[in-house]
């Protein structure tokens, strides 16, 4: 077995879905893997480890605009699973004019998905409403329910309908705001160029993990019950919630990618603008 570090920057079914199916079911064994997460949420890029890759797309996006040579292979979601949550009062996003909002910061790409889901509703997110940069989604959910904040952008390692059951309401989806490739399998140009064989090896198995999100529900179920710790007929009603942001074949249309990255760049970004072709090559899931 080949030990090769996975990097995650939340432990969630979000990041971590794909992962989760290729462990339990023996994809990354069948491959000769044994894939381990570890935690890069303070890891410089230029410091991360050789035979390396991580599920965190978003942060790959990110990384890429600051002269770090990712590259996306396998696009396992074109949707952000998050979700903005507001005291029970609050009805629509609209009225979140002049409210205190708790988000992620900037450095995480979850920042730029609420300030675009905030603008999609006619919110200047710099404006009309105070965003409160919160490190994570405990802090944020808690500074909700005890009515510090007005509304708190959370996670899929709280299922939406936790959430709801502590009587918050559930203002939007992001998923349905806006697209993006936020999950799946990036790894630097090096790994790319001097390993294949492992980047290879690591498409394949998230491609059949993609397949048993789709065809195998009962899997699926079983594991997002594990890790968020709630009871199987709550994480069928996330997995149903959630499928629909999981591609079936790990590929994205250029013309979508693209607009991602230009409705992001419109928020400002941080960094050098990209054109998708730098990012995302997903040639090995078409081998």
Not at 184 to 199: I, M, N, Y
């Amino acid at each position: 077995m080949r030990t090769v570090e996975c990097g995650i920057k939340a432990f969630d079914v979000h990041e971590l879905l794909c992962h989760f199916l290729a462990k339990r079911l023996g994809y990354y064994a069948d491959e000769g893997l044994d894939v381990r997460v570890v935690d890069v949420t303070f890891v410089p890029d230029e410091r991360l480890p050789r035979d390396y890759f991580q599920v965190a797309c978003g942060a790959a996006f990110l990384g890429r605009r600051e002269g770090h040579p990712f590259k996306v292979l396998l696009a396992a979601t074109d949707r952000p699973i998050f979700w903005l949550h507001a005291r029970p009062e609050i009805e629509r996003i609209e009225d979140l004019a002049g409210a205190r909002v708790a988000t992620y910061p900037p450095v995480a790409p979850p920042h730029w998905f609420s300030r675009a889901s905030l603008r999609n509703h006619g919110l200047d997110p710099d404006a009309d409403v105070s965003l409160w940069l919160c490190r994570d989604d405990i802090i944020r959910l808690g500074m909700l329910r005890e009515r510090d904040v007005d509304a708190a952008v959370v996670s899929s390692a709280v299922s939406p309908l936790t959430v709801q059951a502590h009587g918050l309401r559930t203002l939007t989806f992001i998923a349905e705001e806006l697209q993006f490739v936020t999950t799946g399998v990036a790894t630097s140009e090096r790994v790319l160029e001097e390993q294949p064989d492992l980047a290879a090896a690591l498409v394949r198995a998230f491609a059949r993990s993609l397949n048993a999100i789709h065809e195998s529900a009962d899997d699926a179920i079983a594991a997002i019950a594990d890790v968020l710790d709630v009871s199987d007929e709550r994480a069928a009603e996330t997995y149903r919630l959630i499928r629909p942001c999981y591609t079936r074949d790990g590929r994205v249309p250029r013309e979508v990618l693209q607009r991602a990255v230009d409705r992001l760049d419109a928020e400002g970004v941080p960094g050098r603008p990209i054109d998708v072709d730098e990012l995302y090559d997903f040639s090995l899931v078409d081998a």
